[in-house]
């Protein structure tokens, strides 16, 4: 089947020229050293992608932490026509090997890996500065672009399984950059901190958001593999008035600097289950907060509402359509994405009547706010019952305790599979006993686990926590199973 092509408004030039020509002196970026205005980064974004188009660049590999340098190019590459590509620079050098020459890419940007591919062309932007300042050369015009042309890929699934490349247009972009702008408002004199990484689609997403509203990119200093800088550090630099954070990355801001979410006027959560003592400490510091939702596939977001405690994603957002078939959640609309990059083209899997599978099981209630259920893969029968972890996670996770669980299955002879946990606790875990007097209420008896166990100590690589690595790193250090 063919990819479904957005019925987004056609536009002329893109979000962040549009925002230069609306907001010429409103600022598009900051950070700790300068700030950019729109004017003068769009002037240089065209600049930069003369040369892709000089170069003839069709997909560029980007690697590294956030910076300047990778926002100018992904907006150079949707004006050369170039695809972005960018990779985590956390993986293994071989790995990013192996992708760039599964996905062909034809130059890359890695100022730190100078060894990664040689043989291809390097793009360098040592004079990023001469955007900085007003020039009196006439720059480059504004490219008019095909909105419905792809500009980008980010890897999904990568935990799972082999990456699948997942490839957006512009339009998908600004589909879920305006569905999202209904619920939470952003304008010019906002800005967002880009505390994702720009090879996540959350990353991008910000990117347009601000450009669309006129609002700033709030960009933290550059991370290095020796120099780490924390969320809260950011905040307290930028005073970010937007951000977007998943539980664990909200879970250290607090413990480390809630003082810093003072100029905060929305935070949006995704990434999982937000637990009740999360929940209970935004409200004491007046945080407006909404839960989340997304998926690459879908150019980030799809339900977002208020946080709550009885776990809803919230409601769907303007672009987007959703149905529940046989328990899985299925999603299609403005924001679906042109498909997966393979080496015959792209390949967009839709059911028979063109709808995208999530593999997500969920439930709408009857004020239409979603409830997501857990993964397809992730599920387990226990004693001839499906049961979703991610149900008995979510319910851990109202314990003012329990600041993170995973729920796995153990082999029993008579049940087939029980259901076990880790918890990673704020002080002292609870016992076996009050854990489950706690459940009595919100779960089903037989989906209360067995036992529990202390949350193994295991470096985090990830924005979500990676289950299978958690679960035997514990059973590794010997935990009781």
Known sequence: MSPQRSTYPQLSISPLQQAAATW?????????????????????????????????????????????????????????????????????????????????????????????????????????????????????????????????????SGSTGEPKAAVHTLANHIASAEGARCLIPLSPGDRWLLSLPLFHIGGIAILNRCALAGAAVALPEQQTPTKQRSVAQAMSALSPTHVSLVAAQLTALLEDSPDSLNSVKALLLGGGAIGGALLSRLEALGICAFTSYGMTEMSSQITTGPANSQGASGALLPGRELRIREGEIQVRGETLFLGYLEEDGLRLPLTDDGWFATKDCGYLDESGRLFVSGRLDNMFICGGENLHPEEIEAALCQHPQVLEAIVYPKADNTFGLLPHALLRCRNAMPTQAELDDFLASRIARFKRPRAYQAWPDVATRGLKTNRKAVVAAALRAGEPQ
């Open 24 to 156: 010429p002196d409103a600022h598009a970026l900051i950070t700790p050293e300068y700030v950019l205005s729109f004017e003068l980064l769009a002037r240089r974004v065209r600049e930069v992608a003369q040369q892709l188009k000089a170069q003839k660049i069709k997909r560029l590999g980007v690697i590294g932490p956030n910076s300047v340098e990778q926002i100018i190019l992904y907006w150079a590459c949707a004006e050369a026509g170039a695809l972005f590509c960018p990779l985590s620079w956390r993986f293994p050098e071989s790995q990013l090997e192996g992708l760039i020459r599964r996905f062909a890419l034809d130059a890359l940007h890695a100022p730190a890996l100078d060894r990664l591919c040689p043989a291809l062309p390097r793009i360098h932007l040592e004079d990023t500065t001469r955007g900085m300042a007003a020039s009196t050369e006439a720059p480059p015009v504004a490219a008019i672009l095909d909105l419905l042309q792809p500009v980008n890929l980010v890897l999904s």
